[in-house]
């Protein structure tokens, strides 16, 4: 299994572009929500899926 974070705001475009590179018609993609968490991480996750770094790394994982 493969573990990405991001926010709700950006899971649209990382479920396409996951979608857009993977071999099955039906891949397992599941969005599970966070009730709670270290403010500092969630800040940490928040900001980093903010930045053209993390897109740029998505990118370059994903092979797009």
């Keep these: 299994p493969l573990l990405i974070k ?3 705001a950006r ?3 990382l479920e396409a572009a996951i979608r857009s590179v993977h071999p099955y018609e039906t891949p397992e993609i599941v969005a599970i929500s966070v ?3 270290l403010p500092g ?3 940490w996750v928040a900001a980093e899926t903010q930045t053209e770094l ?3 790394v998505s990118k370059r994982f994903l092979h797009l």
């Design 35 to 37: 009730a709670a968490g």
């Design 11 to 13: 899971y649209a475009q």
């Design 41 to 43: 991480y969630l800040a």
């Design 6 to 8: 991001t926010t709700d």
């Design 54 to 56: 993390a897109i740029a």
